[in-house]
C-alpha cells in the first residue's frame, strides 16, 4: 500500500514566510476548542511554526504509521517526511501541526507540483498524520481546514492529494481527472487522486509535464 494512499489515517502571533510563492504569506496561530475522547475540552493550537520541531514532527508519523500498518511503514513514513523536511530550505514544502499543551497531535506536510511553464501554483498535501490516541476528536479536519485557508491566502491555486476521497471530502476534496490535473508519476489507484480549486474558480487543465518535489519522486509510493 503507497503512503500517499494512505496519508488520510485518520497564544502568539507568529508569522511563517513561505518564500518561493510571489509574496510569501504569514500563518497565525489558530486555537480551536476539540472534545477528547473522554469528553474533555481542550485547546487545539495550529500553526506553521515548526521551527526545531523537526524530529518531534518525524516521530508522530512514525508513531502513528506504526500504529496502523507496522514499523515497517512507519519507518518509511518516517524516512520520507525527515526527507521532506530537508528540502522546506528550497521553498517547496509547507508543514502545518496541531498542538495540545506543546505536544504535536496532528501534522499536514504540502509540497509544490509544477508543470512546465503553468504559472498557476498548485500543491499537493502528503503525507499527513493525526497521533493515533487522538484520532476520532476532529484533529484532522480542523487542521486541513486552517492549512488550506492559509494556503489559499497565500495565492495558491490548486490543492491536490492522493488518499482517501471520503475522508478528505470532508474538507472539500473532489475527485480529478488527470487530463485536467495530470500526477507527476503513474497512479496505481487513480480513485484516489482528487483535489480541489482555492481560487473559486474551475480548474482548467494544467499545461506542461508535473514534477514533484524529489523526496516525492518514488514510483512506489504512487
Known amino acids: 500500500m503507497s503512503v500517499l494512499r494512505i496519508a488520510a489515517r485518520p497564544v502568539q502571533d507568529h508569522e511563517a514566510y513561505f518564500p518561493a510563492l510571489p509574496l510569501g504569506f504569514a500563518c497565525g496561530v489558530q486555537s480551536y476548542m476539540v472534545l477528547t475522547q473522554r469528553g474533555q475540552e481542550r485547546i487545539l493550537i495550529v500553526t506553521s511554526d515548526i ?7 518525524a516521530e508522530l508519523f512514525v508513531q502513528a504509521f506504526t500504529a496502523s500498518d507496522g514499523a515497517e511503514e512507519g519507518a518509511m513514513v518516517g524516512g ?18 496541531a498542538e495540545d499543551e506543546g505536544r504535536i497531535v496532528g501534522a499536514a506536510i504540502f509540497s509544490r507540483l509544477r ?3 503553468d504559472p498557476r501554483h498548485v500543491m499537493i498535501l502528503s503525507p499527513m498524520a493525526v497521533a493515533s490516541d487522538r484520532q476520532g476528536q476532529g484533529i484532522g479536519q480542523r487542521l486541513l481546514t486552517e492549512a488550506l485557508a492559509t494556503l489559499r491566502a497565500a495565492g495558491v491555486d490548486v490543492a491536490m492529494t492522493y488518499g482517501d476521497p471520503a475522508f ?3 474538507v472539500g476534496f473532489e475527485p480529478m481527472a488527470q487530463d ?17 480549486s482555492l481560487t473559486g474558480d474551475e480548474i482548467m487543465p494544467l499545461h506542461g509535464p508535473c514534477t514533484c518535489v524529489s523526496a516525492l519522486s518514488d514510483p512506489s509510493i504512487w
Open 51 to 57: 521551527d526545531g520541531r523537526q524530529a518531534q514532527i
Open 80 to 97: 520520507l517526511v525527515r526527507a521532506l523536511l530537508d528540502e522546506m530550505a528550497q521553498g517547496d514544502v509547507m508543514v502545518f501541526v
Open 115 to 117: 508543470y512546465g511553464t
Open 168 to 170: 478528505y471530502g470532508k
Open 180 to 196: 485536467v490535473v495530470p500526477a507527476p508519476l503513474p497512479l496505481s489507484q487513480p480513485e484516489g487522486w482528487i483535489g480541489q
